[in-house]
């Protein structure tokens, strides 16, 4: 029965601190490459305020685990202080609509002490769906979007035949491909919108560093 | 990268600190939110006035807290908009009772950093909002993010805060400030870029003879790149869809505001002003008010907008109310 092996594979608050992790070194190693995607039809600044943020995730992390009378921390409650933390540290667009994707995901996940990998990704669905609703966006809008929701579609879908490492890889591999699929694609929300055609050619810095993100996901879980 | 910093991650703060020494009798600075508040409040009774955005913009918005303007600006990180817990400060910081109205540019960031402020506040302080969207070199369609809020912003909050000055409701003080918005439209181009201090290279790259017309603030780029030619026919293709957006017509009577992108000397920004007043002159349009100079600005960029303001009595008098602000200053 691979769809019950799959569906029972629990998620600890141990991996999803190993994600945020490898998320916030990842993303410092592509912040360059993400600053400059975002200088083409943006404003600049893209992988530094990612960057930034994650930085700061990464040292919320620290600070808690050093301090012995903070409580155990579970997955909800980790999510839910990275979107604070994301909130009050990255500012322009991207920290609202991160904020919101974890704010999401960890109101998803507060009645399951105990989640599986479904539970999971139907927590990120959660997340996406509060980026679409404060964005206002949907796929095709050059957006993160246009890599979150092929990824998580990819997810579902692979949930009940895979393995928990190929049901991420798919996942990423879909983000991926959704990521430099918005190369064609003319921007209809945030600031890349007000190049109109000249929009047309540059891949979303924002869908790839939600691709960066989840291809994160897939590595932690898998090493 | 040649900039007067002393390094890259203090540059705003430091300025901040920089505004607050050189105004204490207007300013003080809360540092740890990054938020420059009026001296003396909150204001029992007055409606508070917040604005905010990314730094880079100077004097806007901090050099415009002060009398007659605004009670708080937040300062966000170069270009980008400041956070929720920043303006949830700024808003607590400056309500006497009366409730406090955030001037929101109209960028992403910005609309969804306070919209998260204003439901963190919601049921202590009673909040509304403007959202400035006067650049008509941007489409306001459903396939953009809607026009971007430029130099409006400027005349909103002087014009604005001198309705709160004078008592008005929350009510009053939101609807002059749209009716401000709605009246004013604004168009802007580059000649050079600017180079955002933490990314360290120019934002876009221009030829030697090639300019950026309908330009943003945040240097991103606006309706089309063409050849420098002589600033009258800059002047003009700025001025025709500003006019033609507002339907001006002979008789009408406008604030004028020359904006340099911060690179841009007054010696030139006054050519480009002349420029104005004579396509303004020959459709019959009159200039009663004027503003020149550097109040919008996107770092060190060389270039200039345009945003005219269709005025009426009541505008007008707001306009002349008196402020003493680090920027603007008369009749105080």
């Given amino acids: 029965m691979p769809a019950l092996a799959s569906t029972t594979v629990f998620v600890t608050e141990g991996m999803i601190e190993a994600w945020l992790r490898l998320s916030a070194t990842r993303l410092r190693e592509r912040s360059r490459e993400l600053t400059e995607l975002d200088q083409a039809i943006g404003d600049g600044d893209h992988g530094i305020n990612v960057d930034r943020g994650f930085t700061a995730v990464a040292a919320m992390l620290d600070g808690r685990s050093a301090d012995p009378a903070a409580p155990a921390p579970d997955v909800a409650g980790t999510l839910k202080q990275t979107a604070q933390t994301l909130i009050r540290t990255v500012g322009g667009a991207s920290g609202p609509l991160y904020g919101t994707f974890f704010l999401k995901a960890s109101a998803s996940l507060a009645g399951s002490p105990q989640p599986t990998l479904g539970d999971l990704i139907a927590a990120l669905d959660a997340g996406a769906a509060g980026v679409a609703t404060i964005g206002g966006g949907q796929p095709g809008d050059k957006t993160m979007l246009d890599a979150l929701t092929p990824a998580l579609s990819a997810a579902r879908e692979r949930l009940t035949s895979g393995a928990v490492d190929q049901v991420l890889a798919v996942a990423a591999d879909a983000a991926e491909a959704g990521a430099a699929a918005t190369i064609p694609m003319q921007a209809r929300k945030g600031r890349a919108s007000y190049l109109g055609e000249r929009s047309i050619g540059h891949q979303d810095p924002g869908a790839t560093s939600s691709a960066i993100l989840l291809r994160a996901l897939a590595d932690s879980f898998q090493g | 990268m040649k900039k007067l910093i002393n390094r890259v991650d203090d540059v705003v703060p430091e300025s901040l600190e920089g505004v607050g020494l050189a105004h204490p009798d207007l300013v003080k600075i809360d540092l740890e939110h990054k938020v420059v508040l009026r001296v003396g409040g909150p204001r029992q009774g007055k409606v508070g006035l917040v604005s905010g955005g990314g730094s880079g913009h100077e004097p806007l918005h901090g050099g415009f807290v002060g009398l007659g303007m605004l009670d708080a600006a937040c300062a966000g990180n170069v270009f980008t908009s400041p956070t929720p817990d920043q303006m949830e400060f700024a808003t607590r910081a400056v309500d006497g009772g009366a409730g406090v109205l955030h001037i929101v540019k109209n960028y992403t960031g910005d609309v969804l950093n306070f919209q998260m402020a204003a439901d963190l506040v919601n049921g202590d302080v009673e909040v509304a909002?403007?959202?400035?969207?006067?650049?008509?070199?941007?489409?306001?369609?459903l396939y953009t993010a809607g026009r971007r809020g430029v130099g409006a912003t400027v005349l909103v909050e002087k014009i604005a805060g001198a309705k709160a000055e004078e008592g008005a409701t929350l009510d009053g003080v939101r609807a002059t400030a749209e009716k401000v918005n709605a009246n004013a439209r604004s168009m802007g181009m580059a000649l050079t870029s600017c180079i955002v201090p933490a990314a360290g290279t120019p934002t876009f790259q221009l030829g030697d003879d090639e300019i950026e017309i309908g330009i943003g603030i945040h240097g991103e780029p606006g309706r089309r790149r063409e050849k420098l030619v002589p600033v009258d026919e800059i002047a003009a293709t700025l001025v025709e869809p500003i006019v033609d957006d507002l339907a001006l017509s002979q008789g009408d009577d406008v604030l004028a505001f020359v904006n340099s992108m911060g690179g841009t000397p007054l010696i030139e920004l006054y050519i480009a002003f002349r420029?104005?007043?004579?396509?303004?002159?020959?459709?019959?349009?009159?200039?009663?008010?004027?503003?020149?100079?550097?109040?919008?600005?996107?770092?060190?960029?060389a270039g200039f907008s345009v945003t005219?303001?269709?005025?009426?009595?009541?505008?007008?008098?707001?306009w002349d109310a008196p402020v003493h602000t680090p920027a603007l200053r008369w009749g105080a």
């Fill in chain 2, 129 to 141: 909002s403007v959202v400035t969207n006067d650049d008509v070199a941007v489409q306001d369609s």
């Fill in chain 2, 275 to 301: 420029s104005v007043a004579s396509l303004l002159a020959d459709r019959g349009i009159s200039i009663s008010r004027s503003l020149v100079g550097p109040y919008i600005t996107s770092l060190e960029m």
């Fill in chain 2, 308 to 318: 005219l303001l269709r005025l009426d009595d009541e505008l007008k008098r707001l």
